[in-house]
């Protein structure tokens, strides 16, 4: 269920001592979800948990109660659907149980998004899940979005994102070993984000509708709505540049040192060879850009520098200091405006996005609750 490089790692990367604490560890964990949006009553609002049981791998869904349901096709309704939602309390705020499980918390206003159980390849009850950046699906119209998490016996790993798309402003509480609050809005964010994407003219189809989301640029590429070839040109800049310059990547304390050969990328010390990337390459942190083993810390530092275009004016990357992100022309404006529009400076506008700590991700391996708080639409405290 989870995609996000940073859960992954953020999970595998337990502490000596969570790891001796881990018979104790808590099985569930209280959420609590507050309205704060000013616009949406508590009765035009749909929470949906949903994603897949660590212990057997099956694919579940949370109803209001906590309890972890497995999905099946049973669940489908005469429509084709299956109704996973959980309404909000009538009034004050909602508290819900989570368990063990890594998934998504969807929230849908106004109307519900409809999810449907399909077989996957391997003849299992799998889920399918809204697409907000697909013209053709159900929930297309209706204004949802979600945040993403694993909890599990390390702890709880979560993060507010924006990779796939932004609409529904939201903010994550995280107690515990610490107290931490991310993803937080700045005063009038929400407007902020659609007037600064809509101000940069190959960006502005990304809106969709009435400023009822803004898609990725990946996902404009793949819908037609946005240029394939829009960062080629600081692409080759960058293979021109270290065609006579070497670039230094530092990963796990080991500086590795590259330049372009033969049309490619060359590391030293056991890293691969990088294809010259596309700009989808780029938005997606994939292809040319891929992650595998240990070649994977390096892939992830350039495909933040590609968005960032920091790779050009700084030869020794990563980079860190976020004055330096973003400078060029062309640049990944979508990730800007949303880093831009956040209290902190943080934001996951791309998978990459948490090289030097850029992201909203967070963790605590001994959680004690969590709050989704739905911050405001609007200029209201």
């Given at each position: 269920?989870?995609?996000?490089?940073?859960?992954?790692?953020?999970?595998?990367?337990?502490?000596?001592?969570a790891l001796?604490?881990?018979?104790?560890?808590?099985?569930?964990?209280?959420?609590?979800v507050?309205?704060?949006?000013?616009?949406?009553?508590?009765?035009?609002?749909?929470?949906?948990?949903?994603?897949?049981?660590?212990?057997?791998g099956?694919?579940?869904?949370?109803?209001?109660?906590?309890?972890?349901?497995?999905?099946?096709?049973?669940?489908?309704?005469?429509?084709?659907?299956?109704?996973?939602?959980?309404?909000?309390?009538?009034?004050?705020?909602t508290?819900?149980?989570?368990?063990?499980?890594?998934?998504?918390?969807?929230?849908?206003?106004?109307?519900?998004?409809?999810?449907?159980?399909v077989?996957?390849?391997?003849?299992?009850?799998?889920?399918?899940?809204?697409?907000?950046?697909?013209?053709?699906?159900?929930?297309?119209n209706?204004?949802?979005?979600?945040?993403?998490?694993?909890?599990?016996?390390?702890?709880?790993?979560?993060?507010t994102t924006?990779?796939?798309?932004?609409?529904?402003?939201?903010?994550?509480?995280?107690?515990?070993?610490?107290?931490?609050?991310?993803?937080?809005?700045?005063?009038?964010?929400?407007?902020?984000?659609?007037?600064?994407?809509?101000?940069?003219?190959?960006?502005?189809?990304?809106?969709?509708?009435?400023?009822?989301?803004?898609?990725?640029?990946?996902?404009?590429?793949?819908?037609?709505?946005?240029?394939?070839?829009?960062?080629d040109?600081?692409?080759?800049?960058?293979?021109?540049?270290?065609?006579s310059?070497?670039l230094?990547?530092?990963?796990?304390?080991?500086?590795?040192?590259?330049?372009?050969?033969?049309?490619?990328?060359?590391?030293?010390?056991?890293?691969?060879?990088?294809?010259?990337p596309?700009?989808?390459d780029?938005?997606?942190?994939?292809?040319?850009?891929?992650?595998?083993?240990?070649?994977?810390?390096?892939?992830?530092?350039?495909?933040?520098?590609?968005?960032?275009?920091?790779?050009?004016?700084?030869?020794?990357?990563?980079?860190?200091?976020?004055?330096?992100?973003?400078?060029?022309?062309?640049?990944?404006?979508?990730?800007?405006?949303?880093?831009?529009?956040?209290?902190?400076?943080?934001?996951?506008?791309?998978p990459?996005?948490d090289?030097?700590?850029?992201?909203?991700?967070?963790?605590?391996?001994?959680?004690?609750?969590?709050?989704?708080?739905?911050?405001?639409?609007?200029?209201?405290?």
């Open positions: 269920m989870i995609t996000r490089r940073a859960l992954l790692a953020g999970a595998a990367a337990t502490p000596l001592l001796a604490q881990r018979a104790e560890a808590a099985t569930t964990l209280p959420l609590t507050v309205n704060h949006t000013y616009r949406y009553a508590n009765n035009a609002i749909f929470l949906y948990v949903v994603g897949t049981d660590p212990a057997t099956n694919q579940v869904f949370v109803r209001a109660d906590g309890t972890k349901v497995p999905v099946s096709l049973s669940l489908n309704g005469p429509d084709g659907f299956a109704d996973l939602s959980i309404p909000l309390a009538a009034s004050g705020d508290r819900v149980t989570l368990p063990w499980m890594s998934g998504r918390v969807y929230v849908s206003m106004g109307q519900k998004i409809r999810f449907r159980v077989t996957d390849g391997n003849g299992r009850p799998a889920l399918q899940h809204p697409a907000g950046w697909v013209t053709s699906d159900p929930s297309y209706v204004l949802h979005d979600f945040m993403e998490f694993t909890f599990d016996s390390s702890g709880m790993f979560c993060n924006m990779v796939d798309m932004f609409s529904i402003p939201m903010e994550l509480r995280l107690a515990g070993q610490a107290t931490q609050t991310s993803g937080t809005l700045v005063r009038n964010g929400r407007a902020q984000i659609f007037a600064g994407i809509a101000a940069q003219p190959a960006f502005k189809p990304l809106i969709v509708g009435d400023n009822l989301r803004v898609i990725a640029p990946g996902h404009g590429i793949d819908a037609g709505l946005f240029p394939a070839n829009y960062l040109p600081y692409i080759d800049q960058v293979w021109s540049t270290y065609t310059a070497s230094r990547v530092t990963a796990g304390g080991v500086t590795y040192t590259g330049r372009v050969s033969g049309g490619q990328l060359v590391f030293d010390k056991g890293i691969r060879a990088f294809a010259r596309s700009t989808r780029v938005f997606y942190c994939n292809g040319a850009l891929h992650s595998d083993g240990v070649s994977g810390p390096v892939a992830a530092i350039l495909g933040a520098g590609f968005n960032r275009t920091t790779l050009v004016s700084h030869p020794n990357q990563p980079t860190t200091d976020p004055a330096t992100f973003y400078r060029t022309t062309l640049t990944n404006h979508y990730a800007r405006v949303l880093h831009e529009n956040t209290v902190s400076g943080k934001a996951y506008g791309y990459y996005d090289v030097a700590d850029g992201s909203t991700y967070i963790q605590d391996h001994a959680p004690t609750s969590l709050r989704l708080r739905l911050t405001p639409f609007d200029a209201t405290p």
